[in-house]
T-cell receptor
Framework: EAGVTQFPSHSVIEKGQTVTLRCDPI?????LYWYRRVMGKEIKFLLH????????ESGMPNNRFLAERTGGTYSTLKVQPAELEDSGVYFC????????????FGPGTRLTVT | RKEVEQDPGPFNVPEGATVAFNCTYSNSASQSFFWYRQDCRKEPKLLMSVYSSGNEDGRFTAQLNRASQYISLLIRDSKLSDSATYLC????????????FGQGTTLQVKP
């Protein structure tokens, strides 16, 4: 069974540019989560989809971040315009059920904003 | 105050040693508790869930004390391959799946 995949693995962009990150969850997993780790800090929750619906987006830092999951399959996270403080590793995770169940993480996208 | 606090370490131990990690969490309504392992520049992977009754998986033992809001992980007979960062993770009070991470404790096992 294929795991969670993320694209790209690395992205270097200039401040003010736009970047779109993609996550493909494990097939059949209705729950999809985005997390972020900025340097020196703990991994922080961004948002949670159940199928195509946003269940919880309390962790989204501001309106420069837009997440979508059209059709309930893969998800994209767009940052527009990117700022220096957006640099970090963006992880996607998926799970079959909500709650006390293992979340499987993708390898992450390392974003550097210069 | 951070929601999940861990001693960042690093813990440097010889092979075969027993090492213990501790973690405290601030939300008394948290419902689920985990230890994740993260290797350098890799994704977090679930090591084990933690239950009030305590649970053991081979050389690894996890304990939860809800009254003290304290979680522990004990690793016996450390192997070189145990070198990694260990993340203490809890869910929020609503148990919607949102994971709250500690900053992680780094373990380096030396020959």
């Amino acid at each position: 069974e294929a795991g969670v995949t993320q694209f790209p693995s690395h992205s270097v962009i200039e401040k003010g540019q736009t970047v779109t990150l993609r996550c493909d969850p494990i097939s059949g997993h209705d729950n999809l989560y985005w997390y972020r780790r900025v340097m020196g800090k703990e991994i922080k929750f961004l948002l949670h989809f159940v199928k195509e619906s946003k269940q919880d987006e309390s962790g989204m830092p501001n309106n420069r971040f837009l997440a979508e999951r059209t059709g309930g399959t893969y998800s994209t996270l767009k940052v527009q315009p990117a700022e220096l403080e957006d640099s970090g590793v963006y992880f996607c995770a998926s799970s079959q059920w909500t709650g006390r169940i293992e979340q499987y993480f993708g390898p992450g996208t390392r974003l550097t904003v210069t | 105050r951070k929601e999940v606090e861990q001693d960042p370490g690093p813990f440097n131990v010889p092979e075969g040693a027993t090492v213990a990690f501790n973690c405290t969490y601030s939300n008394s309504a948290s419902q689920s508790f985990f230890w994740y392992r993260q290797d350098c520049r890799k994704e977090p992977k679930l090591l084990m869930s933690v239950y009030s009754s305590g649970n053991e998986d081979g050389r690894f033992t996890a304990q939860l004390n809800r009254a003290s809001q304290y979680i522990s992980l004990l690793i016996r007979d450390s192997k070189l391959s145990d070198s990694a960062t260990y993340l203490c993770v809890v869910t929020g009070s609503s148990n919607t799946g949102k994971l709250i991470f500690g900053q992680g404790t780094t373990l380096q096992v030396k020959p």
